[in-house]
């Protein structure tokens, strides 16, 4: 029985996190070892057999964002019966085209799709659905989306949640910062939503810059360094993926300017709890998933696909919007916690069926 994913936001905080990525430049075999959740049924075919083959070629893992993604996918797969084999283009678009090139011609049983350049990918896409390859993209634009599964968290919903604590902390007309890059699915969809709030709430932005690299939370602290300087009155920033969000984090705090501009987010990981609840963080809130519990229900959207049980081919994940006061009042320091006091960021009732338990 297939499971259909709800358009909606469970109230109260970008895209990554940083610190060192655990994916190999070239192709690996993920693994778990943790205990997966007890099925209440037998697995069905194809699932019932040898492994069924599965490609994830993922346009990055480097971050602790992606690195949790990428063990709860791999965690899910173990558990159904899935043999996952990954490449990570480390940001390089045309390696991520070459490994997705590469991985049709392996004649997978599947292939999922993390990330990626429209462009570069989409031809590709259609050759795999042409060749009756099922694919299954992640937070991936697609110009034509026949015969995918499209997943991706709730953009528009992760960014009006965040947004809406900005304009209440700060309120209508605050000179406001836009720490972002353009081109990346994601980003380009919390891009709309945040030219409607700049425009409903009349902020006054007096700043845009940002980047997305291999080093992103790195490369984006001159950035912010410099517009600071020139704008040390500030209110507030919006930095929509929380690798830059951390590089956002350390120019405000390199600058002395921590108890003055307050720092707005998307996204959850440990290492980014750590940043939001040191003491005299900027970082006031962040709008998110747990990484690792929506790489699971990708690999679960693909295996209900695959055992004829999706009923729809576009799959949104929920976000909740958690506060610095929420996490510090609770005691939280990392993601395990932060599941136990909003359960709901498991998506254990997503995308599951009774051969099927969320894994994550």
């Not at 991706?152 to 890059?181: C, F, N, T």
């Not at 920033?237 to 720092?263: H, R």
């Amino acid at each position: 029985m297939s499971r259909r994913i709800p358009l909606l936001v469970l109230a109260a905080t970008t895209v990554l996190a940083l610190s060192a990525c655990a994916q190999s430049n070239g192709t690996t075999s993920e693994a778990s070892t943790d205990a997966p959740a007890t099925a209440s049924a037998a697995l069905p075919a194809p699932f019932d057999g040898d492994p069924v083959k599965v490609a994830l070629v993922r346009q990055s893992g480097a971050g602790d964002y992606f690195e949790a993604w990428g063990s709860g996918a791999a965690k899910q797969a173990k558990s159904a019966n899935i043999d996952l084999t990954v490449t990570d283009a480390r940001n390089d678009n045309a390696k991520q085209a070459s490994d997705l090139e590469q991985a049709i011609a392996s004649k997978p049983d599947a292939i999922i799709v993390d990330h990626g350049n429209t462009d570069t990918l989409q031809p590709l896409i259609t050759k795999a659905v042409e060749e009756k390859i099922p694919v299954v993209v992640y937070d991936l634009a697609l110009t034509d989306a026949t015969g995918v599964v499209t997943t991706s968290q709730s953009d528009e919903s992760m960014a009006s949640g965040v947004l809406d604590q900005l304009i209440d902390d700060v309120g209508d007309g605050a000179k406001v910062g836009y720490v972002s890059a353009t081109g990346y699915a994601a980003l380009d969809r919390r891009a709309v939503v945040w030219n409607k709030y700049v425009a409903d709430h009349k902020l006054d932005v007096v700043f845009s810059t940002g980047k997305v690299s291999e080093s992103t939370a790195t490369d984006n602290i001159p950035l912010v360094d410099a517009a600071l300087k020139q704008n040390p009155d500030v209110k507030a920033i919006f930095a929509p993926y929380d690798e830059i969000t951390k590089g956002v984090v350390q120019a405000v705090n390199q600058n002395n300017l921590g108890s003055k501009v307050k720092v707005y987010g998307i996204d959850i990981s440990n290492a980014d709890i750590e940043v939001i609840t040191a003491d005299g963080s900027p970082w006031v809130a962040t709008s998110a998933t747990d990484p690792s519990a929506v790489g699971a229900a990708v690999v679960r959207s693909l295996a209900l696909k695959l055992a004829g049980q999706l009923d729809e081919d576009d799959v949104q994940f929920p976000a909740k919007t958690i506060t610095q006061s929420f996490l510090t009042d609770n005691s939280i320091d990392n993601v395990t916690s932060l599941r136990e006091k909003e359960p709901s960021l498991d998506l254990s009732d997503q995308v599951t069926a009774d051969w099927l338990p969320a894994n994550s």
